[in-house]
């Protein structure tokens, strides 16, 4: 494993690198020096085969995105056991864990399939407080959760159209939308509450089918035909 700081990499480099991560490209059309803040709270991490990315039973704030290669998730300690997904490339990961509350689910592993596996880091724990616009500012934030709880439903609308019987299937349509006036800090409380209360369901549903809360895709690999 080696943990590079993003003033390491050739400017040019590291927008190619970015230009698929849709938040990222969100933000810097928005408010390029809140784009710059963000970059100075992230690190991109390589790994070989075999290099642990995150460990059951761990907590931390950071949020990750697949730049390169593959990463394989199992749900013992030491990636031994079940392999139960794969992450590729502009895929996020270990997203669910932090926003409940909870230690992570899933051992995450360079895949030995790939050469290098490249991961973005970005530290979350700047979106936690609400109320305050510093150094985040609420626009930035809005952004944020905008795009987690986009990726959330869809997530839990693959799950309702592959098993539309089941009990779970609109309970994330019962999760009440903001009605209100955009771009307020009561449409950020009510995107955060949206956020947590969905991650509660996907978990819920990869409970059911076998996958760790820390699986970037709905199902186990062995059931779900989404997984690459």
Request: charge should be neutral; glycine fraction near 6%.
């Amino acid at each position: 494993m080696e943990i590079k700081p993003l003033h390491k990499f050739p400017r040019d480099t590291l927008e190619q690198l970015l230009s698929g991560i849709s938040f990222f490209k969100a933000v810097k059309q928005q408010d390029s020096w809140q784009y710059e803040l963000l970059l100075q709270s992230s690190r991109i991490i390589s790994y070989i085969p075999g290099d642990i990315v995150l460990k059951r039973g761990d907590a931390d704030d950071w949020l990750y995105f697949l730049l390169k290669g593959r990463l394989a998730v199992y749900v013992d300690d030491m990636g031994r056991g079940e392999l139960v997904n794969y992450v590729t490339p502009g895929e996020v990961f270990g997203d669910l864990a932090r926003l409940v509350g909870q230690p992570r689910t899933a051992t995450v592993i360079a895949d030995e399939a790939s050469r290098q596996s490249m991961v973005f880091a970005m530290d979350c724990s700047i979106f936690d407080d609400l109320s305050s616009n510093r150094p985040i500012t609420l626009q930035t934030k809005l952004i944020y959760y905008r795009n987690t709880v986009h990726n959330l439903r869809w997530k839990l609308e693959v799950y309702r159209a592959q098993h539309l019987q089941h009990e779970l299937a609109n309970r994330h349509r019962q999760v009440r939308l903001y009605a209100g006036t955009k771009d307020t800090r009561e449409e950020l409380a009510s995107l955060h509450e949206q956020a947590k209360a969905l991650a509660l369901l996907l978990l819920e549903w990869n409970t059911e089918f076998g996958a760790p809360m820390d699986s970037p895709s709905t199902g186990a690999a062995s059931r779900s035909p989404l997984n690459e």
